[in-house]
């Protein structure tokens, strides 16, 4: 059986987390993973941290969404990955990944 894809979507701080944790709750985080879009922010160790701090992220240029849709895909065809983070702090992803298993359900 393939998972189901729940895609939650809205613009900064329009309450996609507090969604994502209610959904959650209801299906008692059995079978559920969740994947943050924030840690696909696109990879910004190469540049200054003056011109990191310009960056709008609100744009959808800032993002790596073909990375997202790779692992999405993945995902969803049962292979696991290891998933970016991102630091807030330094404005670029962290060296740090975090290892995701296909579930039933992806958030």
């Known amino acids: 059986m393939?998972?189901?894809l729940i895609v939650i979507a809205g613009g900064s701080a329009s309450g996609k987390t507090t969604v994502v944790d209610k959904i959650q709750?209801?299906?008692n985080?059995?079978?559920v993973t969740v994947i943050r879009h924030d840690d696909y922010y696109k990879d910004q160790r190469y540049v200054e941290m003056l011109d990191r701090q310009r960056v709008n992220y609100d744009h959808p240029s800032a993002l790596d969404n073909d990375l997202l849709i790779e692992h999405?895909?993945?995902l969803l065809n049962g292979q696991s990955i290891d998933g970016p983070t991102y630091d807030f702090k330094l404005h670029t992803r962290s060296d740090v990944?975090?290892?995701i298993e296909p579930n039933k359900v992806i958030i």
């Open 2 to 4: 393939k998972p189901v």
């Open 97 to 99: 990944t975090r290892h």
């Open 25 to 27: 709750k209801r299906l």
């Open 29 to 31: 985080s059995i079978d």
């Open 72 to 74: 999405l895909t993945k």
